[in-house]
């Protein structure tokens, strides 16, 4: 039958099969189809070439991370402020003065956050002898009562992390900072020099990525997909930090009203940790904890801050945030967890601060390359 049909239409290849008599594309006189299939050796090959380039591309971002750490951070900063740079030069301010006047205000609020934070901070090293007195004696009682911790006041007097121990070892603690502080003052540098240069070329790096691809398709999946990170990256920092400073602002008063010491300070990290999903909400609220325990003997009077910040970065997190900003940002909560667990063990906390952008570029993307499309798959007649 197949012969036949070939001998009487030979510019085409009809699949005659039980139940199917679907007609396939034609084929060009003179040539024949050539079905490859590839073998389980051959899928197995391609996977492990793939897997040794990811391997390789990550050990070379964590071999590069002095310098590619601040580049990354100020190519996400730029985007964020690219908006903030578009504004300004529709007032005629050249693009280098306001990539130069963005990122000297930016770097001047952090340093003035940092200065004003130094003072409470260093208060609190000052009082770390004492508070740890305290909490030693609050909790240790209800430590004891637990036999099978075999816990005594000679364990807390014994070991490396007792008082004296760490008086001895405070030198090589010192020594170590010190040794971090030079590679920090030159990633900001690197940081500051590469906000600057990208804030200012960053219409002429849009063109040349554009123009990188030949064909119009290609060129205008390239626009959607850099609008969309633009877009993204802006509305979702903007909005979020009217909302976390709102909890900062929540959060002073209700540290004033637990009898926390330096409330501000406690507002301030709160809303820096909100920026870091999970992680920082849990350590937020352990310190919180930790804070209250050491100001108040009553263990329910101790836990109200912590407990009073979790209920309102609940409701933030729960309520406002998805009314205000809707469902075009959600990401999954899984691989947002995933990609903060990544990038803080690769970068550490500024890769921790990293993740969320990382993740909001990664959702554009592929939004752009693969668009939802309804899969029909063909069920037995």
Avoid: C
Wanted: net charge neutral.
């Amino acid at each position: 039958m197949e012969n036949r049909v070939e001998r009487l239409h030979p510019q085409y290849a009809i699949r005659m099969q039980e139940g199917e008599g679907e007609e396939e594309e034609p084929v060009r006189p003179g040539l024949q189809r050539v079905s490859v299939r590839k073998s389980t050796l051959d899928l197995a090959q391609a996977w492990a070439v793939i897997g040794i380039f990811t391997i390789l591309a990550f050990a070379a971002i964590d071999h590069a991370s002095t310098v590619l750490m601040p580049v990354t951070l100020a190519v996400v900063v730029g985007l964020i402020l690219g908006l903030a740079a578009d504004r300004l030069q529709e007032f005629g301010i050249p693009p280098m003065a306001t990539a130069l006047l963005l990122s000297t205000v930016f770097v001047v609020l952090l340093f003035l956050t940092a200065n004003a934070l130094f003072t409470p901070l260093t208060d609190l090293a000052a009082n770390a002898p004492a508070m740890l007195e305290r909490a030693e004696a609050r909790v240790l009682p209800y430590l004891e009562q637990h036999k099978w911790l075999k816990l005594s006041p000679a364990a807390f007097n014994s070991g490396p992390m007792t008082m004296d121990a760490l008086a001895e070892n405070s030198g090589t603690i010192l020594s170590t900072l010190a040794a971090n502080v030079t590679p920090a003052i030159v990633q900001g540098l690197i940081f500051f020099a590469a906000l600057i240069m990208f804030l200012g070329s960053r219409h002429h790096i849009r063109r040349a990525l554009i123009i990188s691809f030949r064909d119009r398709a290609r060129r205008l999946s390239a626009i959607r997909i850099i609008n969309s990170i633009e877009t993204a990256l802006g509305f979702y920092f903007a909005t979020a930090a009217l909302l976390y400073a709102v909890a900062g602002l929540i959060m002073t008063v209700i540290a004033w009203a637990g009898g926390l010491s330096s409330p501000i300070v406690w507002g301030f990290f709160t809303f820096l940790s909100s920026f870091i999903p999970f992680l920082g909400v849990t350590g937020m609220t352990l310190a919180l904890a930790i804070g209250g325990l050491l100001t108040h003997d009553n263990i329910l009077l101790g836990l109200a801050p912590a407990m009073g910040f979790f209920a309102v970065h609940a409701l933030m997190e729960n309520l406002v945030t998805p009314a205000v900003m809707g469902r075009r940002l959600e990401i999954n909560p899984f691989v947002v967890f995933v990609a903060i667990i990544f990038w803080t063990w690769l970068w550490g906390a500024v890769g921790a601060m990293l993740a969320l952008p990382l993740s909001l570029i990664s959702m554009a993307i592929a939004q752009e390359l693969m668009p939802n499309q309804k899969f029909k798959p063909r069920l037995p007649g």
